[in-house]
């Protein structure tokens, strides 16, 4: 039998172009900005980075709850009591007493009946958005949405249709063009991470139910700090009641990792058999639902903390405004403070500037980022103390005028 | 609406976002001739169903690549 042998198509020369760019970035000399490493963490603002001590500003631990004692106490007693790992999916043999604490921990701090668990908040949105949603039925989002969203629905069969980024009207014409009798999906989220801004939640999801369809927030970027319980967007404009679905994870007020999804929905719990990134994955370890426990529950009594983070969030966007930056929102409206860099070049300069002066933020670019931006993003926390804000914009008015931004 | 009425309503609408003044036929491809990014099809998207108040999903999106088959889909989506 005659063989031929065809050479082999290199199937990563699609990646060619990204590899060029960062190729060129790192040319210029820059510390890599997406390989750093933390080599020691001493507190949630601090940590040992590429060999320097660093402030954390880009962390999303909002509530500074990862060196909390109670909680890391409690993780320590679980790893003693239930080992290291479940070796198994929440419907098998994944879910220990710690898994169903956790959940009775979300009912009462969002005060809903049913809470699900996930392995990441990744999952939770890819889970709950692709399964809720299916062939024939309608997924209507903002278009600044978040990966774990976009890929929720890229899984899912639902139609998909976008629209501008916090445009009510844009939202309504969508919501009234789909066809008579087919089911709706709204996606929202309360704080858009990139740019710090929130949506304008009473509004939609009023218009949203108007239309007659269901409403996902993913509250990810608000959850322990904004509304009055720490609920979220959601509950500070009073429209938690109207909304079926709410996506949280414990990978950053709560300072661990996993994710869920909290509702109303009288038939929620049949999700657990249905929804496949729930269930063919292996559940969190009994020492992260644990720790999530803990800190959920702290949470609910953190008024102080809270308070102390708008605090910190309002001077640090009030005093890089004084000193010229081009900033994400108009006024302060979450705990993430975006400063707009004018190209990926000056980016990452002004970054690695940061760096040098002993300060961590994220550098982000597209396609993470709206509009094509390069992106200095700060997350402020709770234990940044008034002195460091101080001290770190002082580093952001040398780092801005060594690199020529201001 | 005939095939013509459809393509020179979308004409106009296409005027502001094709920055090359590159001439519009069937076969004109949005991401290689016209080179909209992202954000421009969006708008272009949301332009295109409020003038003919439709719904053109990201699913219907995939499918179209060039001038001539969103003429086509616009046409089929307004019923005709």
């Known amino acids: 039998m005659g063989e031929t042998v065809s050479e082999t198509r290199d199937l990563f020369s699609k990646f060619d172009e990204i590899i060029q760019t960062r190729e060129t970035l790192l040319a210029s000399g820059v510390e890599d900005p997406f390989s750093l490493v933390m080599e020691k963490v001493l507190s949630p603002t601090r940590a040992i980075c590429n060999g320097r001590s660093t402030i954390l500003l880009g962390t999303y631990n909002y509530m500074g709850m990862t060196f909390d004692p109670d909680v890391i106490q409690a993780g320590k007693d679980a790893l003693d009591n239930y080992g290291s790992g479940t070796t198994g999916s929440r419907v098998l043999n994944g879910t220990y007493q710690g898994h169903k604490e956790v959940e009775q921990a979300l009912r009462e701090f969002y005060a809903m009946d049913h809470a699900m668990v996930f392995s990441t908040g990744y999952q939770a949105n890819l889970g709950i958005i692709s399964t809720v949603a299916g062939k024939g039925d309608y997924i209507v989002l903002d278009i600044d949405s978040h990966a774990s969203i976009w890929d929720g629905c890229a899984l899912g069969n639902a139609e998909v249709v976008p629209f501008k980024h916090n445009d009510i009207e844009a939202m309504d014409k969508r919501l009234g063009r789909i066809p008579e009798g087919a089911g709706k999906l709204v996606v929202l989220e309360g704080v858009y991470s990139m740019l710090g801004d929130i949506a304008p939640l009473k509004e939609m999801v009023a218009v949203a139910k108007r239309h007659g369809a269901m409403v996902l927030v993913d509250e990810a970027h608000s959850m322990g700090f904004i509304g009055e319980h720490g609920r979220g967007v959601a509950e500070a404009q009073g429209v938690i009641d109207n909304v079926d679905f709410i996506i949280g994870t414990f990978s950053k007020s709560v300072g661990t990792v996993g994710g869920f999804c909290v509702s109303n929905h009288p038939k929620f719990e049949i999700l657990r058999l249905v929804c496949r990134p729930y269930v063919f994955t292996a559940s969190l370890p009994p020492s992260v639902v644990a720790t999530a426990a803990t800190s959920v529950r702290k949470l609910m009594h953190a008024g102080n903390k809270r308070a102390h983070l708008w605090e910190n969030s309002k001077r640090l966007h009030g005093g890089l405004r004084a000193q010229g930056f081009t900033l994400g929102t108009e006024e302060p409206q979450s705990a993430i403070v975006a400063v707009i860099m004018p190209d990926l070049e000056r980016g990452a300069a002004m970054w690695e500037a940061l760096l040098k002066e002993g300060l961590y933020v994220n550098l982000a670019r597209p396609p993470a980022t709206p509009a094509g931006m390069t992106l200095l993003r700060c997350s402020l926390c709770a234990e940044h103390s008034s002195e460091e804000v101080e001290t770190i914009l002082g580093m952001f008015e040398r780092a801005g005028k060594a690199v020529g931004i201001i | ?80």
């Open chain 2, 1 to 80: 609406m005939n095939r013509e009425e459809v393509d020179s309503r979308i004409r106009v609408l296409i005027e502001p976002f094709n920055k090359k003044n590159a001439e519009i036929a069937d076969a004109t491809t949005f991401a290689g001739d016209l080179e909209f990014d992202s954000l421009t099809v969006m708008d272009f998207v949301a332009a295109i169903e409020d003038e003919f108040d439709i719904i053109i999903s990201m699913n219907q999106q995939a499918e179209i690549e060039n001038y001539g088959q969103l003429v086509d889909a616009v046409r089929q989506l307004t019923g005709e």
